[in-house]
């Protein structure tokens, strides 16, 4: 009876997490407006972006759906500025890529607007929505393709969440070892600055020393 009560809550919260709504966010573009987010994304982990977009009416005042002459270029960049994707789609799109080094990762879009007079001198509206790590699967293509049971999938979605959250702590443990290497970097720096400023103190006063003696002695005060 308890197993059964535990199976069943934690099949509640897989559900609550699988149907909980992913976040997303629209902007505004110019006509060369360049646009770009930065996601902290750790190794290996797969990240899907979804977009559309709505063009300006000037008659209705409103944003409409775009044509389909109207694109948008994605550009994506590792931490190291390495280019994982750069790419030419149109007014609606799905681009995908795959974090090979953990750490900042740099999404750009802008549009094609120089091949659309139609959008000259106008306005843009993207809305963007980025999947990553568990939230790219789809399960219940998973569960038909596999032919899993609900249990099954459930547990599937256990265990990829699970990998996720070690991907995580993997991540965390990378950036605080980096971390403490900037800061141990940073303690040295101010060590040996401090030791050189002690040093051009010590021959600043000898120096000074031996400048007032001579003046004396030219003075014929000592």
Not at 73 to 97: C, M
Not at 127 to 154: C, F, M, S, W
């Amino acid at each position: 009876m308890e197993m059964k009560a535990v199976v069943s809550c934690v099949g509640f919260l897989l559900l609550f997490v699988w149907l909980s709504p992913s976040k997303a966010l629209y902007f505004h573009i110019g006509e060369t407006e360049k646009k770009c987010f930065i996601e902290e994304i750790p190794d290996e982990t797969m990240v899907i972006g979804k977009y559309r977009t709505q063009l300006w009416d000037k008659q209705t005042g409103s944003f409409l759906p775009s044509t389909p002459g109207l694109g948008m270029h994605v550009e994506i960049k590792d931490p190291d500025s390495k280019i994982l994707l750069s790419r030419q789609y149109g007014s609606d799109g799905r681009f995908t890529f795959t974090s090979h080094t953990p750490g900042e990762h740099q999404i750009c879009l802008h549009s094609n607007s120089t091949k659309m007079p139609l959008f000259a001198g106008g306005k843009l509206r993207v809305h963007l929505d980025i999947q990553v790590g568990e939230h790219t699967n789809n399960y219940p293509e998973i569960a038909a393709k596999d032919k899993l049971t609900e249990l099954q999938l459930r547990a599937r979605q256990l265990l990829d969440q699970v990998e996720q959250i070690q991907k995580e702590q993997n991540y965390q443990r990378y950036r605080e070892e980096r971390f403490r290497m900037t800061s141990e970097s940073t303690n040295q720096r101010v060590l040996w600055w401090s030791i050189a400023q002690t040093i051009i103190l010590i021959i600043t006063g000898i120096w000074q020393m031996r400048h007032l003696k001579s003046f004396f002695e030219a003075k014929k005060l000592v």
